[in-house]
């Protein structure tokens, strides 16, 4: 059964530091993998998702993930954090049509 | 440009009540969801819909029925709530099959 693993419920980076959100995921098939972001008392946005083809996958504001089917892990970074960063990020797989799983949440703070 | 519309936003509801939370989109995606969202749980599956007139289980859902007649609307409905459906619910579309989900701001549910 499909599933997702988020490494960390909260992460704290200053202001211009790396970014690294950590994602293994658990799937009997080729998935898709999809990052969300969620800011206080909103629904979810996608930042970016892999399919197939290219493993390294660019998203919106900067941020970026790497499908590494060997290490079944799809970690998000973004090389310079920014305040307007600070959410909370979702990794989900999905290994079939209408059944998206996610993970349990990381907290992103970021410090001036 | 509204997207997917959740009402009420919050509501607190006696035990043993009857509840609909109601959901509308206007991107006529065929597919819609209802999650929940408890912390250190992420985002769990209730049930779905992949067309008009077709309702699926999800992950967690015992004590919810949902109905789909119209690509529009998708209300989830609570029988007789209970204090452990105290959660933030999120309606979701997606153009079907493994594609990217669209969600709302979600609705804060108290059970008490």
């Excluded at chain 1, 920014?82 to 949440?105: I, P």
């Excluded at chain 2, 119209?70 to 933030?88: E, G, K, M, R, Y």
Aim: aromatic share 10%.
């Amino acid at each position: 059964a499909q599933s997702v693993t988020q490494l960390g419920s909260h992460v704290s980076v200053s202001e211009g530091a790396l970014v690294l959100l950590r994602c293994n995921y658990s799937s009997s098939v080729p998935p898709y993998l999809f990052w969300y972001v969620q800011y206080p008392n909103q629904g979810l946005q996608l930042l970016l998702k892999y399919t197939t083809g290219a493993t390294l996958v660019k998203g919106i504001n900067g941020f970026e993930a790497e499908f590494k089917k060997s290490e079944t892990s799809f970690h998000l970074t973004k090389p310079s954090a920014h305040m307007s960063d600070a959410a909370e990020y979702f990794c989900a797989v999905s290994e079939r049509a209408n059944d998206m799983r996610f993970g349990a949440g990381t907290r992103l703070t970021v410090k001036p | 440009i509204a997207g997917i519309t959740q009402a009420p936003t919050s509501q607190i509801l006696a035990a043993g009540r009857r509840m609909t939370l109601r959901c509308t989109q206007d991107m006529r995606h065929n597919a819609m969801y209802w999650y929940r969202q408890d912390l250190g749980l992420g985002l769990r599956l209730i049930h779905y819909s992949n067309t008009a007139g077709t309702t699926g289980k999800g992950e967690v859902p015992d004590g919810y029925s949902v109905s789909r007649a119209n690509t529009d609307d998708f209300p989830l409905t609570l029988a007789s709530a209970v204090p452990s459906q105290t959660s933030v619910y999120f309606c979701a579309s997606s153009t079907g099959g493994n594609t990217e989900a669209f969600f709302g701001q979600g609705t804060r549910l108290t059970v008490v």
